[in-house]
């Protein structure tokens, strides 16, 4: 339970303490926008390291040589951990927006950090949902890499993957005609949801699948993109074990 304590203790002094930080990156964005939201990640992402090792999590990051590092990319991964986040965003080679719930708008100064990192908030209103899709088209245009769990929710059964993959989770990649990174995150659900009200010490992989690309499929691959992503997935998380 004391892990549980300092590690949220950490999260709510740090985003506190770094609203200073974020008035001064408003300022200095004027002149270079890319490189202060790179600041800004890199900050980010210590704080996401120092609460995973606070929490007790070991993690093994497998395939991190399959990320371009010289081009935007989506992202798509399975989801059933809030500290799929952490694990995910605590890897980012560059700059990446995350498509987040709506509803995360609601938390003060955590909405003002992920607007700095261009995230997106995708709300369940159609016409909402396809403006925040074109968003992410936009961001990889301009060369900031996306993040989207196309499950659409946090997965909360025992089947790793049971959720369909939502198919415009995945139009950024066919209109932009970008890389699609398959992550498949296990372990997250054992170190918190399952362990609740506290945080159980667990070991968390992380797999990043070999790029996919649109334009190179055929047939019912191309025609089903979200699914023959999902279907890489699956077969990620069964070398995990």
Not at 141 to 146: A, C, L, R, T, Y
């Given at each position: 339970?004391?892990?549980?304590i300092?590690?949220?203790?950490?999260?709510?002094?740090?985003?506190?303490?770094?609203?200073?930080?974020?008035?001064?990156e408003?300022?200095r964005?004027?002149?270079?926008?890319?490189?202060?939201?790179?600041?800004?990640?890199?900050?980010?992402?210590?704080?996401?390291?120092?609460?995973l090792k606070?929490?007790?999590?070991?993690?093994?990051?497998?395939?991190?040589?399959?990320?371009?590092?010289?081009?935007?990319?989506?992202?798509?991964?399975?989801?059933?951990?809030?500290?799929?986040?952490?694990?995910?965003?605590?890897?980012?080679?560059?700059?990446?927006?995350?498509?987040?719930?709506?509803?995360?708008?609601?938390?003060?100064?955590?909405?003002?950090?992920?607007?700095?990192?261009?995230?997106l908030?995708?709300?369940?209103?159609m016409?909402?949902?396809?403006?925040?899709?074109?968003?992410?088209?936009?961001?990889?245009?301009?060369?900031?890499?996306?993040?989207?769990?196309?499950?659409?929710t946090?997965?909360?059964?025992?089947?790793?993957?049971?959720?369909?993959?939502k198919?415009?989770?995945?139009?950024?990649?066919?209109?932009?005609?970008?890389?699609?990174?398959?992550?498949?995150?296990?372990?997250?659900?054992?170190v918190?949801?399952?362990?609740?009200?506290k945080?159980?010490?667990?070991?968390?992989?992380?797999?990043?699948?070999?790029?996919?690309?649109?334009?190179?499929?055929?047939?019912?691959?191309?025609k089903?993109?979200?699914?023959y992503?999902?279907?890489?997935?699956?077969?990620?998380?069964?070398?995990?074990?």
């Amino acid at each position: 339970m004391l892990r549980t304590i300092i590690g949220f203790a950490f999260a709510a002094i740090y985003l506190i303490g770094t609203l200073p930080v974020l008035l001064i990156e408003k300022i200095r964005e004027k002149k270079d926008p890319k490189a202060s939201s790179l600041r800004c990640l890199r900050m980010v992402q210590w704080s996401f390291r120092v609460i995973l090792k606070i929490c007790g999590v070991k993690e093994k990051v497998i395939g991190y040589e399959n990320i371009p590092k010289d081009q935007a990319v989506l992202y798509v991964a399975n989801h059933r951990s809030w500290f799929d986040i952490l694990v995910a965003y605590s890897k980012m080679p560059n700059l990446t927006g995350f498509i987040a719930k709506e509803s995360i708008q609601n938390v003060p100064i955590l909405k003002t950090w992920m607007k700095k990192l261009s995230c997106l908030f995708m709300s369940k209103d159609m016409k909402a949902a396809l403006k925040c899709i074109m968003e992410s088209v936009n961001l990889i245009k301009d060369g900031i890499s996306v993040f989207i769990f196309p499950e659409g929710t946090r997965n909360s059964t025992y089947d790793p993957l049971l959720l369909e993959f939502k198919e415009g989770s995945l139009k950024a990649a066919q209109r932009t005609g970008c890389a699609i990174i398959p992550v498949a995150i296990e372990g997250t659900r054992e170190v918190f949801e399952e362990a609740l009200p506290k945080v159980c010490p667990g070991n968390v992989t992380i797999r990043f699948g070999e790029p996919i690309y649109a334009s190179q499929l055929e047939g019912d691959d191309k025609k089903h993109l979200a699914a023959y992503a999902r279907g890489k997935i699956l077969a990620m998380l069964e070398e995990n074990k």
